[in-house]
């Protein structure tokens, strides 16, 4: 019990932030700006803290089953986390129509560009050229610039008298393109996201799989719990955000960047450890399939759930988002087409991370 206690550290602090945060929130709004911010900033870290949690039992259900069912669990956990935040702040009726867009886009420069740049540069450095399977690569960055095409490229041409048509087919498409994708990966084509690393290799590999020893059925439970205590908080922290930020003159698209930090902490952390370990196949995974399933899972979702509520939500992009993403996905195809990356690669996508950070605080 008290080794449970102990490993679930990060999930009891974020159980006392939810509590709290939830019996004063009235108070805490009441209180003014500063406090909202400060208050705003502590949920935030339990959150994140708690999603480290959730990452890690994913990680123990992904261990078990192996690739390619471990990447899909460990990409749709971190879905699942940001599908949550977006529903309740979107019913809460604090949020943007763009909320839902801006996060999506936030999430695939956060994965692609931030995770991919960082986990690529550092293990290039640590290990010179790091190898995969370049089927996966290839195969993702297809899927994504379809799916981003589809549902927030291609509305920007359709007008608003047929919005609602275009957002059941975008429904439709979704769920069909993923689940023939899951199809195709974990079964005739299961092989190209996975690779066989050579001996010596595996030192590394070993000893994490160890710390990811533990009880199915814990996993299960601590996911769940994870995912209820992330809700409760973002409950709390929509209101207490928009107080802090209101007349701040802060870009719109803080909150969705936030959002999608929040999600993508724990694989950035899981993406970094692999790439320093020489397993840029599990990198691949985690941040393309991270990418792919957030626009191919939280598209769908929240567009039926715009229609079932009467929310309108805006999926179109900006002409700076389509021009960044199109860069992002023209890089990624290219420099995943031979099976290799380094050192160069990891910094031209972390260069094009920067830029997306840039054109944020700018506002754009």
Do not use: C, W
Not at 101 to 111: E, G, L, N, W
Not at 118 to 123: C, D, E, K, M, P
Not at 236 to 251: D, E, F, H, I, R
Not at 289 to 314: F, K, N, R
Request: hydrophobic share 55%; aromatic share 6%; net charge negative.
């Amino acid at each position: 019990m008290t080794k449970i206690l102990k490993n679930e550290i990060f999930m009891i602090i974020g159980a006392l932030v939810a509590v709290g945060a939830i019996f004063g929130e009235h108070s805490l709004v009441g209180h003014g700006q500063t406090v909202a911010l400060v208050a705003t900033a502590v949920i935030v870290l339990a959150m994140i803290l708690v999603s480290t949690r959730i990452a890690h039992h994913a990680e123990v259900l992904a261990a078990r089953v192996g690739d390619p069912y471990g990447s899909m669990i460990l990409t749709i956990s971190a879905v699942a986390v940001e599908v949550v935040i977006l529903a309740i702040i979107m019913q809460a009726g604090e949020s943007e129509p763009t909320l839902v867009r801006d996060t999506i886009y936030s999430a695939v420069m956060i994965d692609i560009n931030g995770m991919i740049g960082l986990a690529a540069l550092l293990g290039g450095l640590r290990h010179g050229e790091q190898s995969y399977n370049d089927d996966s690569g290839r195969t993702y960055a297809v899927m994504i610039l379809t799916a981003m095409g589809i549902s927030m490229i291609v509305p920007e041409f359709i007008p608003e008298a047929s919005r609602v048509t275009y957002s059941i087919f975008t429904i439709a498409a979704m769920l069909t393109l993923y689940s023939l994708f899951v199809r195709m990966q974990v079964g005739q084509h299961s092989y190209f996201f996975s690779y066989v690393y050579p001996r010596g290799q595996g030192a590394d590999r070993e000893a994490h799989e160890q710390e990811l020893k533990g009880s199915v059925t814990g996993a299960v439970i601590g996911l769940a719990v994870g995912i209820i205590l992330v809700g409760a908080m973002a409950e709390v922290m929509s209101p207490l955000l928009n107080t802090g930020l209101k007349g701040t003159g802060a870009p719109l698209g803080l909150i969705a960047v936030l959002v999608a930090a929040m999600s993508a902490a724990p694989e950035v952390l899981t993406a970094l450890r692999a790439a320093l370990a020489n397993r840029m196949q599990v990198v691949v995974n985690i941040a393309m399939g991270a990418s792919l399933s957030t626009v191919i899972l939280t598209v769908p979702i929240m567009e039926a759930l715009s229609l079932i509520t009467d929310h309108h939500i805006q999926m179109a992009m900006t002409p700076t988002q389509t021009v960044m993403t199109g860069i992002t996905i023209v890089v990624a195809a290219i420099n995943f087409s031979d099976g290799e990356t380094n050192a160069i690669e990891g910094m031209a996508h972390f260069v094009l991370f920067a830029t997306f950070v840039m054109l944020t605080v700018m506002g754009l």
